[in-house]
């Protein structure tokens, strides 16, 4: 067994691409046998308390009884049919309970099959919003620096130009409006001030700018930095006065990540466009949807481009993912996530927060179910990998920062083995 496993993980260096990696000079790669609850159990054996909730998106754990069963339920009826013309009950189950828990009257619903997609869409919604209404020069987007929307074009035009990952594909994207990003972090002191680079912009540009996205207090893949609710709150205010829609990324933030139900509820405001992903199947499958009001839906279907939106993937509300969504999205409804989340956060501020005292350590945030240790110098991933391995935990750092986001119900005693994991690392650091 050991030496199949060494040839197929020597296999997948040679011929397939990871998130984010060279062909040429692969990152290990660990190879995983399952997944259950809050742990993923290794090939060679170790079992790791999962910190990432892959990628935000295992809320609920892995390998879930109740989502399990809506999957193979669903399976045994059918895994996929067209959406065009046709329709299903697990898409109108999963939509209602969608609509539900969304902010009103966000109720117009398109289904995307990913998170990057969902903000294809939006920017789409917002530029043929205008279109219809015959404002065809509002066309562009403005947004604040340090975030992340996604590695599609247009959803790369509004990551951060720097961070963003993707400098290097700047002169083929759309060119869009930044401001710096806001001030103020999440806690602090509110100073209105802060707001001064995107009035401005908003004063001069509005004519020109369809509409404002951001990710609602917490900026995640762009810095992982959680900025102050009034921000949003104000933002609000300014989309309103200048004309401009106000899209929502909440596909990192959403179905209780930050301790509300979506990020725009620490702001207490209803975006126009609001993007959902990640953990809305509970990590099960890809599946993101784009919801909006009445507004803009009416405006598009009325006008001048014809009527119709003008997006429609091939696998645009697969069953099988909708299913598991709608099981992730009633276990959501049942609101033991709050409880959870809270005690998650309390735990995170009183063993991480003592980090900050250590050298190495520029600043400790936590938010929610969300802790980030940035560090003054950028993690050796390869090497900070293999310890946390040997410590049993699964946290992936990237550039300085380490920064954990487990599931809903992970333990006590299993969030303690990530906290103290990352103490040990900075330990290794320094001795
Ligand atoms: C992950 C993420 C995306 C992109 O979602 P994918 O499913 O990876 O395409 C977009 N916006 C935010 C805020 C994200 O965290």
Redesign the pocket.
Known sequence: MSNSLQQAIQFDQQHIWHPYTSMTDPLPCYHVASAHGCEITLSSGERLVDGMSS??AAIHGYNHPQLNAALHAQADKMSHVMFGGLTHQPAIEMVERLIDLAPAPLDRVFIAD??????EVAIKMALQYWFSIEQPEKNQLLTIRG??????FA?MSVCDPVNGMHHMFRHALCNQRFVERPAVEFGEEWDPSSLNAIQQELEQYHGAIAAVIV?PVVQ??GGMRFYHPEYLKQLRRLCDQYDVLLIA?????GFGRTGQLFGCDHAGIVPDIM?V??ALTGGYM?L?ATLTHTKVAEAIGQGQGGGALMHGPTFMGNPLACAVASASLALIQQGKWRAQVKQIEQQLREELIPLNQHPEVNSVRVLGAIGVVELNNAVDVARTQALFVELGVWIRPFGRLMYIMPPYYISTQQLSKLTHAIAQYLKSVTS
């Open positions: 990628w935000w990913s998170g990057s997609v969902s903000v975030g992340y929307h996604g590695d599609t959803a990710e995640g893949a990324d909440e596909i990192a933030t993007c992903g990640k890809t993101a």
